[in-house]
């Protein structure tokens, strides 16, 4: 597995953990959702500028990617701060809590 393919898959797995969308991914790390959708689908090599802006986001969320390790793969941690972020996402189909209190 090339270290790229190693570096996306990992950022999409920990994508996953956190229970983001590509857009609220994009939004966290302020990168464009095309840029996003485009490395995660293998288009576009990410430039590390956006590597660096998605890795950031997802480990102020509690993730964190040991790359190579085992050798030739990545592992994923996710903390307990990141699988609370997890559990207090909306499910489909349910309002958030932002928009519960909003008046109609």
């Known amino acids: ?13 920990a994508r996953a953990a956190l229970g983001w969308s590509q857009p609220v991914f994009a939004k966290q790390a302020g990168v464009s959702l095309v840029a996003l ?8 090599s990410p430039r590390l500028s956006t590597v660096a802006k998605l890795k950031s986001a997802i480990e102020s969320a509690g993730i964190r ?16 701060a990141a699988i609370a972020q997890a559990l207090r996402r909306p499910v489909v189909g349910e309002e958030s809590p932002a928009l519960e209190n909003k008046a109609v």
């Open 37 to 44: 959708a485009r490395m995660e689908a293998g288009m576009a």
């Open 65 to 80: 990617i040991a790359d190579d390790y085992p050798p030739g793969g990545y592992t994923v941690t996710v903390t307990e």
């Open 1 to 13: 597995m090339s270290q790229e393919i190693r570096i996306v898959s990992s950022l999409r797995a």
